[in-house]
């Protein structure tokens, strides 16, 4: 099975720009992976951001953006929000259908 | 409003099953894949099992397969899970997620959560 991999933890300063990665072990992250990327703040579920590489859903704030950069997927956050300090994962789709999430990054604002 | 309301957790001993169920309103339940994700405690998502809009197809992680089962009754609005054989690393929280389409054979696009419930595999 691929293995999906993220920062373990990053730090952004209010108002700062961050960016999440997400690599495969199997080569290159494509749009044909899907990427999503979901939020979780402590003792909540999960909610899907961005599916589809960097399609945002209605709830999305407007500051996270998703992307494809140097072979990875991307998360993006412009203007960092202390609501923003969360968990955060991706997930890739492989042939057949097969999602594999990736460890979850745990993002501090600072 | 799309609800997903997951039941069915508890204490169960090693080797012990359990069937989770979710419940489903909001939206046309029979139009859209369903799946299951986990949570350890405290540590990240897995994903367990998904299943098509019309219950013919379904897949598992490795981790599970032979031993959890998905299904769906699409009269009820209500998504399963049949769990048996159960270990101590089963022990998790246990989403229900929708998907934006019907299919699983492409890609999981996991869209709407449930708030989970506690499985605790214990003797």
């Known amino acids: 099975q691929a293995v999906v991999t993220q920062e373990p933890s990053l730090t952004v300063s209010p108002g700062g720009t961050v960016t999440l990665t997400c690599g495969s072990s199997?080569?290159?992250?494509?749009?044909?992976?899907?990427p999503y990327w979901f939020q979780q703040k402590p003792g909540q579920a999960p909610r899907t951001l961005i599916y589809?590489?960097?399609n945002k859903h209605s709830w999305t704030p407007a500051r996270f953006s998703g992307s494809l950069l140097g072979g990875k997927a991307a998360l993006t956050l412009s203007g960092a929000q202390p609501e923003d300090e969360a968990e955060y994962y991706c997930?890739?789709?492989?042939?057949?259908?097969?999602?594999?999430f990736g460890g979850g990054t745990k993002l501090t604002v600072l | 409003e799309v609800q997903l309301v997951e039941s069915g957790g508890g204490l169960v001993q090693p080797g012990g099953s359990l069937r989770l169920s979710c419940s489903a309103s909001?939206?046309?339940?029979?139009?859209?894949?369903m799946h299951w994700v986990r949570q350890a405690p405290g540590k990240g998502l897995e994903y367990v099992s998904g299943?098509?809009?019309?219950?013919?197809?379904?897949h598992y992680a490795e981790s599970v397969k032979g031993r959890f089962t998905i299904s769906r009754d699409n009269s009820k609005n209500t998504l399963y899970v049949q769990m048996s054989s159960l270990r101590l690393e089963d022990t998790a929280f246990y989403y229900c997620?929708?998907?934006?389409?019907?299919?699983?054979?492409?890609?999981?696009?996991?869209?709407?959560w449930g708030q989970g419930t506690l499985v605790t595999v214990s003797s």
């Open positions: 997620v929708k998907d934006r389409g019907a299919g699983i054979a492409v890609a999981a696009t996991l869209d709407y």
């Open positions: 299943v098509t809009s019309n219950g013919g197809s379904t």
């Open positions: 199997t080569g290159a992250v494509t749009s044909g992976h899907f």
């Open positions: 909001g939206f046309t339940f029979s139009s859209y894949a």
């Open positions: 997930l890739l789709s492989y042939s057949g259908g097969r999602p594999v």
């Open positions: 589809d590489t960097s």
